[in-house]
C-alpha cells in the first residue's frame, strides 16, 4: 500500500509547496449537492444539474466527480485546460472547422480553444441544425455541449439561477455585484462570499458548514414537499430495486427454505411494487403531470403493470410461476429508462407539442398498459417454450390459458390506446394518422398481436407453434418501442445511442438465438 | 385452399402488411420519413428502384375485401357474435378510410411573420409550389414563444390572428394543441421559421369534410370490443 500512498504524496507535494488548496474532501460536495438551482426549465437539486452537464459535455453518465468539478468552477477554480473532457464523436467536425486532429473520444480546453467563442459555436450550431445524417446530430449535440460550457464562464449569460433563500432567483455573477440588496438577500451574498472565500484557501471544514447552511435555508424555501429531497430521494430509489432484483435472483436459485417460499415471494412482489408505486408518486410530485411524459417514463409505467400483474398472480396457486416472470420484467424495465433520457435530465419539460396532461395520461398510459400484457405474453411464450423443451408438452394448459389472455388484453389495449393518439393528433395537429416511426411502432405490435391470436384458427400452428410467435413478439415489442428511437431520428445523442443501439440489438439477436435453439431441439426430438 | 374471406388469407395479409410497414419504417430511418410516407405509404403502387411494388393501401384495400368476406361466410349470425360483428365492421370502414384518405387527403402550409396577410396557402410536400385559395384572409398580428423558466426551450407557441372577408371580421388565438376551427376549416400551429431574422408563426390548415370519420369508427370499434367482453366473460349467459 505504502508505496502507493508515497508516490501520492510525492505527486502531491508540489502543489502544496505552491501553496494551492488541497481537494476538497467528499464532505465538501456533500454539503453542496442538494443546493436548488432553478435551470433547464425546472429546480432541481446541484447534484442533478451537475450531472446533467457533465453528460453533456463529456458523455459520461451519472458521473461521480460531476457535483464536486461544478461546485469547484463556481468557487472560481479553473478548469484544467490539458485534461480531456470534452466529447467529439467524429474528429471530421473538427476538420471542418480548420482544428487538424485524428480521431479519438475526448479533448481538452486548450486543443479547443478556437472553437470556445460564442459567434463560432452559434454558428456550428446553425450549420448542423437540419443535418439528419449520423455527423450533423453529433455537430448538433458538441454545439450544444460548448454552448453549456460558455453559459458557465459567463454566468451572467447562463440562465441558471441557485435558487435562493426568500425565493430570489440570482445568478452568482449578480450575488457577487448588486447593490440595493435586500436584508436577506444581503445575508445570501455574506454567505456566497465567504463560502468561495474559504474554498479558495482550502478551508474546507468552513466552506461546508456554510453551504450546508445555505442549502438548507434555500430548500426551507421551497415549502412543504420539497422537490429537491425529493429529487435527491428518486436518485436513491433505483438502489433499493436493484436489491429487490438480488433478492429475486437468490429467490429463483432456490437457495429460500421451502416452507417459507410463497410468504417470502409474495412480501418480495409486495416490497418491488411499493418501491417502484413511490417511484412514480415521487415523479407525479416533481413534473406536476401523468406518472407518462416520455418514452424514459413508459418503461418506469409499464414495470409498475407488470408487477401490478405479479401482485395478482402470485397469491394464486397456479399463478406463483407466472408471478416470477412479472416480476423479473417489472423489476427489469426501469433499467432501460435510462437508456433513453434525453440530453441527461430524466425530468426535462416536455417539448411544447406535447405540454398537454390530458392527452399525455389517456393515450401513453393505455398504450403502456397494451405494451405491459404483450410483454407478458412473449415471457409466457418464452416459458412455455421452454416448459415444452424440457418436460413435453403436459401440463402447460395454465401457461397457454394466460398467454392468451395477455395476446388478448395486449392486442385490446394498444389498439384503443393507439386510436386514442390519433384522437389526439387529430384535435391537436389536425391528422389522425401520419406513418410517423412512432405510430408504426404501435401498429407494427397490433399486426403481430392479431397475426400471432388468428395462427390457429387457420391450423397452421398448435400450442407450441402459437407460443412461438407470441415469443417472438418480444423482438417486434421492443423494436416498435425503443427501438425506432435508436434508428438515428435524433432523439437522443448519437454517440452516446451508437453504443446503446448496438447493445439492444445484439440483445434482440440473442434472444432470436434462445428461440432458434429451443425450435432445433423441438425439430430434432 | 386460399379463397378471399378465410383465416388464412387473413394471416398471409397481416404478414404482408406487418412485413411493409416494417421494411417501410426501417426506410425512414435511411431516406427520411417523409420519403416513404409519400410513396409506399400512401401509394396503391409505388416505384422502388424502377419495379412498381404494391403500397399499404393495396394491402388495406385487399384486407377490407377479405375482412368483409370473412364476416359474412364465418361468423354467426346470432346475439353472441354482435361485438365482432361491430369490430369486423369498424375494421373494415378503417381499412377503407385509410385507403381513401391516403389517396384523396390535402394539407395546406402557411407561413406568416406578424404584420402579414395572406388569402392562400401552399399544398404540403407537393413535389412543386402548390397553391389553394383560402374563403377568408388570415392576418398575424402578434406572436410569442414562452419559454420554459432558465432554459431555450419553448413551453407554447401563440398567434394573435385576424380573419377578414365574406363580410367577417374576427380575431382569435392559435396555440400549440389548441388549433382554431373556422368555418369548416381548421388552422393549427405546426412550427415557426425565420423571415428576414424574425420568428414567425407557421400554420397547417386542413378542410376535411370526412374528418368526423376516424372518431366515429374509433367509436364503434371501442362499442365492439367493450360489447364482444361483455358478452363473453365468464358466466355470461350463451
Known amino acids: 500500500m505504502n508505496i502507493l500512498a508515497l508516490v501520492l504524496l510525492l505527486l502531491t507535494a508540489p502543489l502544496s509547496a505552491l501553496g494551492l488548496p488541497s481537494s476538497p474532501p467528499e464532505s465538501w460536495s456533500m454539503a453542496g449537492r442538494g443546493l436548488p438551482v432553478l435551470a433547464e426549465g425546472r429546480v432541481m437539486p446541484l447534484e442533478s444539474w451537475a450531472r446533467l452537464l457533465s453528460f453533456r459535455i463529456t458523455g459520461r453518465e451519472n458521473d461521480s466527480r460531476a457535483t464536486t468539478w461544478l461546485l469547484e468552477l463556481l468557487a472560481g477554480f479553473e478548469s484544467s485546460p490539458v485534461e480531456p473532457r ?42 448542423y441544425l437540419n443535418d439528419p445524417t449520423p455527423l450533423g446530430q453529433e455537430g448538433l449535440r458538441f454545439a450544444r455541449a460548448l454552448e453549456s460550457w460558455l453559459a458557465l464562464a459567463e454566468p451572467e449569460q447562463s440562465g441558471f439561477r441557485v435558487f435562493l433563500a426568500r425565493g430570489a432567483g440570482l445568478t452568482p455573477l449578480q450575488l457577487a455585484s448588486q447593490t440595493g440588496r435586500t436584508e436577506a438577500q444581503t445575508q445570501d451574498l455574506g454567505l456566497w462570499l465567504y463560502w468561495r472565500d474559504q474554498s479558495q484557501k482550502g478551508q ?4 461546508e458548514q456554510t453551504m450546508a447552511l445555505w442549502s438548507q435555508r434555500s430548500q426551507g424555501e421551497l415549502g412543504l414537499v420539497n422537490q429537491v429531497q425529493l429529487e435527491l430521494l428518486n436518485n436513491a430509489v433505483p438502489w433499493v430495486f436493484l436489491l429487490g432484483l438480488l433478492a429475486l435472483s437468490g429467490f429463483t436459485t432456490r437457495w429460500w427454505p421451502s416452507p417459507s417460499r410463497n410468504v417470502g415471494l409474495q412480501s418480495l412482489v409486495l416490497a418491488c411494487l411499493a418501491v417502484s408505486t413511490l417511484w412514480l408518486v415521487i415523479r407525479m410530485v416533481l413534473t406536476g403531470r401523468p406518472p407518462v411524459t416520455n418514452l424514459p417514463s413508459t418503461f418506469l409505467f409499464t414495470g409498475w403493470l407488470c408487477l401490478v400483474v405479479a401482485t395478482v398472480l402470485v397469491y394464486r396457486e397456479s399463478g406463483r410461476g407466472m408471478a416470477v416472470l412479472a416480476l423479473i420484467s417489472g423489476a427489469i424495465l426501469p433499467y432501460f429508462s435510462g437508456l433513453f433520457v434525453g440530453g441527461g435530465d430524466p425530468f426535462v419539460p416536455p417539448q411544447a407539442v406535447l405540454n398537454t396532461n390530458f392527452w399525455l395520461a389517456l393515450h401513453v398510459s393505455t398504450v403502456s ?85 388468428h395462427l390457429r384458427a387457420t391450423g397452421w400452428a398448435q400450442e407450441w407453434g402459437t407460443a412461438f410467435a407470441a415469443a417472438l413478439g418480444l423482438s417486434v415489442l421492443l423494436f416498435s418501442w425503443m427501438g425506432v428511437n435508436l434508428l438515428g431520428q435524433g432523439f437522443h445523442s448519437y454517440g452516446a445511442t451508437t453504443g446503446k443501439a448496438t447493445l439492444f440489438f445484439g440483445l434482440l439477436a440473442l434472444d432470436a438465438l434462445f428461440l432458434a435453439m429451443l425450435a432445433v431441439r423441438r425439430v430434432l426430438r | ?102 389517396v384523396v387527403q390535402e394539407e ?68 400549440m394543441n389548441l388549433p382554431l376551427r373556422f368555418q369548416g376549416f381548421t388552422i393549427y400551429q405546426s412550427s415557426v421559421q425565420t423571415v428576414d431574422g424574425q420568428m414567425a408563426p407557421v400554420f397547417k390548415i386542413t378542410n376535411n369534410a370526412w374528418g368526423f370519420l376516424p372518431y366515429a369508427l374509433s367509436g364503434l370499434l371501442f362499442g365492439g370490443l367493450v360489447l364482444h367482453l361483455l358478452l363473453r366473460r365468464p358466466g355470461a349467459k350463451k
Open chain 1, 369 to 453: 398498459g397494451g405494451y405491459a400484457a404483450v410483454l407478458v405474453s412473449a415471457l409466457l411464450g418464452h416459458a412455455y417454450l421452454w416448459n415444452s423443451s424440457r418436460r413435453g408438452p403436459g401440463n402447460l394448459t395454465p401457461l397457454w390459458k394466460a398467454l392468451t389472455a395477455s395476446l388478448v388484453w395486449g392486442l385490446s389495449l394498444t389498439f384503443v390506446g393507439t386510436l386514442l393518439g390519433g384522437v389526439w393528433a387529430d384535435q391537436s395537429w389536425g391528422r389522425f394518422w401520419g406513418w410517423d416511426p412512432k405510430e408504426n411502432g404501435a401498429l407494427l405490435i397490433i399486426l403481430w398481436t392479431a397475426l400471432v391470436l
Open chain 2, 108 to 175: 395546406l402550409l402557411l407561413g406568416l411573420p406578424v404584420g402579414a396577410s395572406s388569402k392562400v396557402a401552399f399544398v404540403k410536400d407537393a413535389p412543386q409550389e402548390v397553391t389553394r385559395g383560402l374563403p377568408f384572409t388570415l392576418s398575424v398580428e402578434a406572436f410569442s414563444l414562452p419559454k420554459y423558466p432558465a432554459s431555450n426551450e419553448p413551453s407554447d407557441y401563440i398567434s394573435d390572428v385576424r380573419l377578414t372577408g365574406g363580410g367577417i371580421d374576427q380575431r382569435a388565438r392559435i396555440q
Open chain 1, 86 to 127: 470534452f466529447l467529439v464523436n467524429d474528429a471530421a467536425i473538427l476538420r471542418a472547422e480548420g482544428l487538424n486532429f485524428t480521431d479519438r473520444r475526448l479533448y481538452s480546453l486548450e486543443e479547443l480553444t478556437p472553437l470556445l467563442v460564442p459567434d463560432r459555436v452559434s454558428a456550428l450550431g446553425l450549420r
Open chain 1, 204 to 207: 474546507w471544514k468552513e466552506a
Open chain 2, 1 to 102: 385452399m386460399f379463397r378471399f374471406g378465410s383465416s388464412k388469407v387473413s394471416v398471409v395479409l397481416l404478414a404482408l402488411l406487418f412485413l411493409e410497414l416494417l421494411g417501410g419504417t426501417l426506410a425512414q430511418s435511411l431516406w427520411g420519413a417523409t420519403a416513404v410516407q409519400t410513396t409506399a405509404f400512401s401509394q396503391v403502387f409505388f416505384w422502388a428502384q424502377g419495379v412498381p411494388l404494391p403500397g399499404l393501401p393495396f394491402w388495406l384495400g385487399l384486407t377490407a375485401i377479405n375482412l368483409s368476406l370473412g364476416a359474412w361466410k364465418n361468423l354467426k349470425r346470432t346475439w353472441q357474435t354482435a361485438g365482432l360483428w361491430i369490430i369486423h365492421l369498424a375494421l373494415i370502414l378503417f381499412c377503407l378510410a385509410g385507403f381513401g384518405f391516403a
